[in-house]
């Protein structure tokens, strides 16, 4: 009887042990520590398999990034731009010497040298200077072997027509007729037409000249 009063008494006791344990530990709070890291690790998956999250925009950023330098690159880079030749310059210049060809002809004093008539020379008085349309200068006759200047005096129809010719100095009749017939194709500009309609006088001098 002794003995099981003692076997029940170490049971209980047991018993009561563990409960109490237990009970401790169920109370008890558990402190764990975890290190903390410096830095944030930052997970990349598989561009195939796709990204979520913090971890896609990353991705795409960097995508984005590398596609707007790329650009940059490319429009840094020269272009080369072909060459047009310009013809305006060459188109105006030639205008202007046409332009120019068609001038009206305005006397300027002696002109040229050589064998034949050297320019011309017109003295117009007091009624005013007339622009030269056209004129001819006159050839050297042949056989004739003279230096002179040949003075013609002449007049200036309204029309810009030579009227009547007189020469005001005598030398060979060969270089007379031959200044003569020249001045006779002249063309003068026309009188406007609410000026009165007169003739003008002027005289002319032919320089005859040899080699």
Do not use: C
């Amino acid at each position: 009887m002794t003995e099981r009063k003692t076997r029940n008494t170490s049971y209980l006791v047991s018993i009561i042990f563990h409960a109490g344990l237990l009970v401790l530990l169920f109370y008890m709070k558990l402190e764990v520590e975890y290190p903390v890291k410096e830095y944030i690790e930052v997970g990349f998956g598989g561009i195939t398999d796709g990204s979520s999250g913090a971890s896609g925009n990353n991705v795409l950023s960097t995508l984005d990034d590398r596609k707007l330098e790329e650009l940059k690159e490319e429009s840094k880079e020269e272009v080369e731009v072909p060459k047009v030749k310009n013809t305006f310059d060459n188109e105006v210049s030639v205008s202007a010497k046409k332009k120019n060809d068609e001038k009206v002809i305005e006397p300027k004093g002696k002109k040229g040298a050589g064998t034949g008539v050297s320019g011309f020379d017109i003295e117009w008085g007091g009624n005013g200077k007339r622009k030269i349309y056209s004129y001819t200068l006159p050839a050297y006759p042949e056989g004739v072997n003279k230096e002179i200047d040949i003075r013609l005096r002449f007049s200036i129809l309204p029309d810009g027509t030579v009227g009547t010719i007189f020469p005001l100095t005598k030398a060979d009749t060969k270089l007379e007729n031959a200044a003569i017939n020249s001045l006779r194709q002249w063309r003068f500009e026309p009188l406007p037409l609410q000026q009165k309609k007169t003739e003008q006088f002027a005289i002319i001098v032919f320089p005859y000249r040899l080699q």
